[in-house]
């Protein structure tokens, strides 16, 4: 590889809002989409909530000659939504499923029944080894009482922990998608300090785009105006991050958002709005090598980060734990009433009242037990997620407190030690 080496990334992002039977104009904002694409040629397309494998196959034969290379990624009942689309051979893809994901009786909502994931995908540029990431988080419905943040910080943090265990061998990490946080958030927060992952709307120096970044906008015919009445630019929760290790240095060069409408003309690919951005890839020089920040500075937040998500964890953890128990007592009820009806039919005396009571009776035991094992399970989670996150805390400190050579060689190994061994 040449010293000079240099590699321009052309990366778009959408949401795409495929919901089949409800997502207004579907087919006809899938059909622009894919002619976009094909416009425009960029190096990635990453995509969420493409919910109809139909419209990912009409995609996949759309943009064919234009994006040899494509992967469509399945999860839960309905899929995850992700699929990508590459100019590029793809050589590897995995994907994670969260372990938390909302609640399957909150049918209205649905995020339990998606299977929400990250998918992984491993380039070969030019020499050089890309891990591309594309997620979608649980969405937050109510910002005021918010019900689902505990899940989308363990979220976040499992995130953060997939992208720091499996690219360990990558020169360049980027990870796009709908992350349902807003920047300042505690999810958002979390997963930037672990990963040390850059954000492209404020680094860039070329931005053009709705206001303020913002990838929810009123302009948007789409957008539930009342979900942003306390919003009046929109809300900004699609995000493209990325970071280089040592011997490589990244910079975001332009970035482009859609305006509410049609890049072109015509009505708006999404709800959301589309992201591109025009990534640089160059040699880095040793004396500006970019290396984890771990200054007193950084540590501080980053222990106030951790301890932070520990404390959510833990109030998260407490309340499942509440409705598993209450769950359990309903379970105990429920026994002692279908004893209780047993008897009386056995004794003839209300024979068809008791006959009559046993089906409900049977049903509220079969719901309660269902509910005390889906929040045992989450509970579970929880506390998993928290052990983590309390470890991690502590190795934290202890590099806060040592001086700084010893800081290095423990928090910094711990990152990126691991690289080397494996090459």
């Known amino acids: 590889m040449k010293p000079n080496f240099s590699l321009p990334l052309r990366i778009f992002n959408l949401n795409c809002w495929g919901i089949p039977y409800l997502s207004k104009h579907r087919g006809d904002r899938v059909k622009r989409l894919g002619d976009f694409l094909n416009m425009e040629s960029f190096d990635l397309a990453l995509l969420e909530e493409v919910w109809s494998e139909q419209d990912f196959q009409y995609l996949r034969q759309k943009l064919l000659p234009t994006y040899p290379a494509a992967h469509y990624f399945r999860s839960g009942v309905i899929g995850s939504g992700l699929c990508v689309f590459s100019k590029h051979p793809i050589q590897e893809f995995t994907q994670h499923v969260y372990t938390l994901n909302g609640y399957p009786y909150m049918i209205h909502h649905g995020d339990w029944f998606c299977g929400k994931a990250v998918g992984l995908l491993v380039l070969h540029l030019s020499g050089l080894v890309l891990n591309a990431y594309v997620t979608h988080l649980h969405a937050e419905y109510n910002r005021q009482k918010d019900i689902y943040l505990a899940h989308r910080v363990a979220q976040a943090w499992e995130l953060a922990q997939f992208i720091h265990h499996t690219s360990k061998k990558a020169d360049v990490v980027l990870l ?3 992350l349902n946080l807003h920047p300042k958030d505690l999810g958002c927060r979390l997963l930037k300090e ?4 850059h954000d492209a709307y404020l680094e860039t120096r070329d931005f053009k785009g ?22 009046p630019f929109g809300i900004r929760i699609d995000y493209v991050l990325y970071k280089a290790v040592s011997g490589f240095y990244i910079s975001c060069k332009t970035l482009r958002t859609t305006t509410g409408h049609d890049p072109h003309s015509g009505t708006p690919l999404s709800d959301h709005e589309a992201l591109m951005a025009t990534l640089c890839v160059r040699h880095s020089p040793p004396q500006h090598t970019p290396s984890a920040t771990h200054g007193p500075a950084e540590r501080s937040r980053l222990i106030s980060v951790l301890k932070e998500a520990w404390a959510e964890l833990d109030l998260g953890m407490a309340q499942a734990r509440w409705w598993a128990t209450f769950a359990g007592y309903v379970i105990g009820l429920g026994l002692l009433l279908l004893a209780l009806l047993c008897a009386l039919a056995a004794g003839g005396g209300v024979r068809e009242v008791a006959i009559m009571l046993w089906t409900p009776s049977v049903g509220l035991l079969l719901g309660a037990g269902a509910v005390y094992l889906f929040h045992m399970q989450e509970a579970k989670g929880l506390s998993r997620a928290r052990a983590e996150l ?7 400190r202890e590099a806060h407190d040592l001086d700084p050579e010893s800081q290095a060689a423990l928090f910094l190994g711990q990152q990126e030690g691991d690289r080397s061994e494996e090459q």
């Open 210 to 231: 709705s206001e303020e970044g913002c990838t929810m906008v009123p302009e948007n015919c789409y957008v539930n105006q009342r979900e942003l009445e306390a919003f």
């Open 390 to 396: 309390q470890h991690m805390l502590g190795r934290a």
């Open 176 to 178: 796009c998608g709908d």
């Open 194 to 197: 672990w990963t040390g992952l």
